[in-house]
């Protein structure tokens, strides 16, 4: 008789249909990540393991035990910088250019410091931050060690999952095999490398908000808010009122935020011209999609951070801070 396979249990506890199955706790899910992440499983049983967690959607608990699992595999590098906010890009844009790049130059800017982490390639026809940034001549962090010291010198760094959770990149690139989004696409997200105390995290299906909430807080997340953004990244959809959720030292709250720009200036850019960018950035050209979309998402995250007390207020601020910006500079050479 065969022996079975360590990993069959978490199959089976996830696998035995409507009545007999139970999604994973949090130390089940833990367990069973770090096997995943020592590549100690069957390629069949990982797949099969994503899928059923795919067709039932995760829980909180197996999120926590799966980000718990994988912040385990790596660290902060001795002398990192305190980073203000960590901030997740896992989608891509079709429909509009990645406007919460220029969100981010400019809080960067204005002193915040911010990790910028995520992935690329799994979908086709899409924008990824990743991209986008090597066309504006923004260098992609090779390590944790290089995302410190980028963000030392610009308050700044775009670190891709594949450079500090390479298991994890590899997973998300089974999506043309497995024919759908991976798990880990939710999980990754929350990986937060820096501890930063504030996270910002977006959703393309609104289910899914409580989700990430409910796991920061499993986390120990000191800050975060997540919303419903633009294609899925953490991207204002400055045409649409926006119900923004929150979790502040471990208290939940919420608020909507009233649209910025009417319906009929949404529009969908076929071109997706990156070198738009810096001329919307200094003056050359203007958007009032993109600009809204840039203030606003700015703005997300001065409330985020406490300062501004209200989003008319953080809209205001951000507002300011898009107005009187340093239009010679889109980000300090690293």
Same mark, same amino acid.
């Given at each position: 008789m065969s022996t079975e396979h360590p990993?069959?249990?978490?199959?089976?506890?996830?696998?035995?249909?409507?009545?007999?199955?139970?999604?994973? $706790?949090?130390?089940? /899910?833990?367990?069973a990540a770090q096997m995943i992440a020592r590549g100690d499983v069957e390629p069949l049983q990982l797949g099969a393991f994503l899928c059923i967690l795919r067709v039932r959607t995760e829980v909180p608990g197996e999120g926590a035990g799966f980000?718990?699992?994988?912040?385990?595999?790596?660290?902060?590098?001795?002398?990192? !910088? *305190?980073? $203000?906010?960590? +901030?997740?890009?896992?989608?891509?844009?079709?429909?509009?250019?990645?406007?919460?790049? =220029?969100?981010?130059f400019l809080l960067a800017q204005n002193g915040i410091t911010i990790c910028m982490q995520g992935t690329e390639g799994h979908t086709d026809d899409r924008l990824f931050s990743s991209d986008a940034l090597s066309q504006l001549g923004v260098k992609l962090a090779g390590s944790m060690e290089e995302a410190a010291e980028q963000?030392?010198?610009?308050?700044?760094?775009?670190? !891709?999952?594949?450079?500090?959770?390479?298991?994890?990149? @590899?997973?998300?690139e089974l999506k043309p095999i497995l024919g759908v989004r991976?798990?880990?696409? *939710?999980?990754?997200? /929350? =990986?937060?490398?820096?501890?930063?105390?504030? @996270?910002?995290? *977006?959703v393309f299906h609104p289910n899914y908000r409580d989700v990430h909430r409910d796991t920061a807080q499993l986390l120990g997340q000191k800050h975060m808010a997540v919303f419903k953004g633009e294609g899925g990244e953490a991207e204002r959809r400055p045409?649409?009122?926006? /119900?923004?959720?929150?979790?502040? $030292?471990?208290?939940?709250?919420e608020e909507m935020w009233p649209a910025l720009v009417s319906e009929d200036a949404f529009?969908?850019?076929?071109?997706? $011209?990156?070198?738009?960018?810096?001329?919307?950035?200094n003056g050359e050209a203007s958007d009032e999609y993109g600009e809204a979309a840039i203030i606003g998402t700015a703005a997300y995250v001065l409330?985020?951070?406490g300062r501004a007390n209200s989003p008319e207020e953080a809209i205001e601020q951000a507002t300011? /801070? +898009?107005?009187?910006?340093n239009r010679a500079e889109l980000i300090k050479a690293a």
């Amino acid at each position: 008789m065969s022996t079975e396979h360590p990993f069959a249990q978490f199959i089976r506890i996830i696998g035995r249909g409507p009545n007999l199955s139970r999604p994973l $706790d949090e130390e089940e /899910m833990y367990e069973a990540a770090q096997m995943i992440a020592r590549g100690d499983v069957e390629p069949l049983q990982l797949g099969a393991f994503l899928c059923i967690l795919r067709v039932r959607t995760e829980v909180p608990g197996e999120g926590a035990g799966f980000v718990r699992a994988m912040r385990d595999s790596y660290k902060a590098p001795e002398g990192a !910088p *305190t980073v $203000d906010l960590d +901030w997740a890009t896992y989608s891509g844009k079709k429909r509009q250019l990645p406007w919460y790049l =220029l969100s981010a130059f400019l809080l960067a800017q204005n002193g915040i410091t911010i990790c910028m982490q995520g992935t690329e390639g799994h979908t086709d026809d899409r924008l990824f931050s990743s991209d986008a940034l090597s066309q504006l001549g923004v260098k992609l962090a090779g390590s944790m060690e290089e995302a410190a010291e980028q963000i030392k010198a610009t308050n700044f760094a775009y670190l !891709p999952l594949r450079n500090f959770m390479p298991r994890l990149q @590899e997973i998300i690139e089974l999506k043309p095999i497995l024919g759908v989004r991976s798990p880990v696409n *939710t999980f990754a997200r /929350m =990986l937060n490398p820096f501890n930063a105390a504030h @996270e910002l995290q *977006t959703v393309f299906h609104p289910n899914y908000r409580d989700v990430h909430r409910d796991t920061a807080q499993l986390l120990g997340q000191k800050h975060m808010a997540v919303f419903k953004g633009e294609g899925g990244e953490a991207e204002r959809r400055p045409h649409k009122p926006v /119900m923004v959720q929150y979790l502040h $030292d471990g208290q939940k709250s919420e608020e909507m935020w009233p649209a910025l720009v009417s319906e009929d200036a949404f529009y969908k850019d076929d071109n997706l $011209d990156v070198a738009r960018l810096p001329k919307i950035w200094n003056g050359e050209a203007s958007d009032e999609y993109g600009e809204a979309a840039i203030i606003g998402t700015a703005a997300y995250v001065l409330r985020l951070m406490g300062r501004a007390n209200s989003p008319e207020e953080a809209i205001e601020q951000a507002t300011k /801070m +898009w107005n009187t910006r340093n239009r010679a500079e889109l980000i300090k050479a690293a």
